[in-house]
C-alpha cells in the first residue's frame, strides 16, 4: 500500500445484533482478520455488546467502538455513559456526531465538539462524523454543510489533537440507500475537508488525519473508493453485519 496514512475501517453496527450474535459475528472476524495488520480495523456494536465483545478481541488486532457517548464525567444524565466507562469496557473508539444522531437525537456540532473533547481528555479516539442531505446537495451546498460540521465538531482543538480524530465524510443520501457517492464525490469532498483541516492547523498535520468515507460501502465498491488519494478508510454500516461482506471489504481495500 502506497498511501502516507494506513486504512483504517470499521463497521458500526448501528442497533442490530444481541450479545450472542454480536460474539459470533466477532469470532468469525477475529478468525477471518488474525492476518491483517497493514489494516486498521474496528468494530463498534451497540452498547450492550461491548463488554463481551470486547474481551473477546481484547489483545487482537481488531479494535473496539462505541456509537456514542456523553460529555460529562458521571452525574444525573439518565440513560447516558461517558468515556471512562466506555474505557472501561474496552473500546478504544467511539462514533461521535453520526447523521442518525443528528438527525433522530438531537446532536449539534455543539454537543459533538464537547464529545470530541471529553473522548480526547480520556484517550478514546474519536470518530467524527459529516455530511450532507440530498437537499443540501442538490441545492449546491455540500461544501457549506460539511464546512459547518468540520469547523464546528472541531473547534478549538489543537493540532496535536486534531491527529488523534478520524472524520468520517457520510453523505447523508448514501446511508443505507444502496447509493454510493461516485469516487469522484468522494475524493472531492475528502480533499475539501483535508484542505479544511490545514485551514484549521497547518497541512502537515492536516495530511496525518485519516479521513473514512461512509455511505453503501460493499465489497464491489470498496477498492475503487478507499482508492482514491484523500480516502483513508470507511465506516461501514450494513455490510458491516456480514463478516463475509465485511472480511471482503478490507480484503479488496488491501488488494
Ligand atoms: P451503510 O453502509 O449501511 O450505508 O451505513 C453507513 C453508515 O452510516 C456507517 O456509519
Sequence with gaps: ?????????AGNWKMNKTVAEGLDLAKDLKRDLALVRDVDVAVCPPFTGLYQIGQFLDGSNIKLGAQDMYWDKFGAFTGEVNAAML????????????SERRQFFHDTNETVNKKTKAALAARLKPIVCVGETLQERESGRTELVVKD???????GLKAEELVEITIAYEPVWAIGTGKTATTRQAQEVHAFIRKL???????????????QYGGSVKPANAKELLGQPDVDGALVGGASLVARDFVDIINNARS
Design 149 to 155: 460540521h468540520v469547523t464546528g465538531s472541531l473547534a
Design 87 to 98: 474505557k472501561d469496557v474496552f473500546c478504544a473508539c467511539v462514533i461521535l456526531g453520526h
Design 197 to 211: 483541516l490545514a485551514d484549521m492547523s497547518d497541512s502537515s498535520t492536516a495530511a496525518r488525519i485519516r479521513i
Design 1 to 9: 500500500m502506497d498511501k502516507a496514512r494506513k486504512l483504517f475501517i
